[in-house]
């Protein structure tokens, strides 16, 4: 989805152009960037749950946030992919990295997808000790966020280092290592949390 923003050119003149959900997050306020985020997460619901997964029939609106089968009577809501990041501390400095699918060369947290059976905790350790080879203690909750990109929960967490050495073991991440807040490296941009947890440890708030 694009949405049309206006700006002034080097001349001053304004001028038009499109830009995607996240970069919208620049032209408009917090209330309104959530609204279309909002939107935006519905209408991916609605565009992959066209038909009933019971009994194949077209489904059909029942509530503002959820589809309805005629059918069957099966009722489809919005489902959420919970996943999680964390910030891991050693003394003063952080452990940020580069995953291979970024695109572009910025440093971010180590993250990932909650598997079934597992909690928010166990996912945190593992996604640490399968993408860097690292054991952490002390996971401390941060914060959480809807991230419609698409139907995403992120949690955030922070956690300290307890063991290990740093390797890239299972191929997701290309780059990373320990931080300084003195000298971060390129970081993702708002309104991410992966940002705001960031922000919160390059100001000493956690």
């Not at 609204?35 to 489904?59: I, P, V």
């Not at 993250?111 to 690292?134: K, P």
């Not at 990109?149 to 290990?164: C, D, K, N, R, Y």
Request: proline content about 5%; glycine content about 6%; charged content about 25%.
């Amino acid at each position: 989805m694009k949405y049309k923003v206006f700006e002034k050119d080097s001349n001053g003149r304004e001028v038009s152009r499109e830009v995607g959900l996240r970069e919208l997050w620049n032209y408009v306020s917090e209330e309104e960037w959530k609204r279309e985020a909002r939107n935006a997460e519905l209408q991916y619901f609605r565009d992959t749950h066209r038909f009933c997964g019971s009994c194949g029939a077209e489904m059909q609106p029942s509530t503002e946030i959820s589809v309805k089968c005629p059918s069957c009577g099966r009722e489809d809501f919005p489902y959420l992919s919970p996943a999680i990041l964390v910030l891991i501390k050693r003394g003063e400095k952080a452990l940020l990295v580069h995953a291979r699918n970024f695109s572009r060369p910025m440093f971010a947290l180590v993250a990932g997808f909650v598997e079934t059976g597992e909690s928010l905790e166990e996912c945190v350790a593992r996604e640490v000790a399968e993408e860097t080879s690292l054991k952490i203690n002390n996971i401390k909750y941060f914060g959480s966020q809807s991230w419609p990109f698409p139907s995403q929960l992120m949690i955030a967490f922070t956690a300290e280092h307890s063991a290990g050495e740093l390797s890239f073991a299972d191929g997701e991440l290309s780059d990373g290592g320990w931080f300084s807040r003195e000298n971060p490296p390129l970081l993702p941009t708002l309104p991410s949390l992966s940002r705001r947890l960031i922000d919160a440890w390059l100001e000493n708030k956690i």
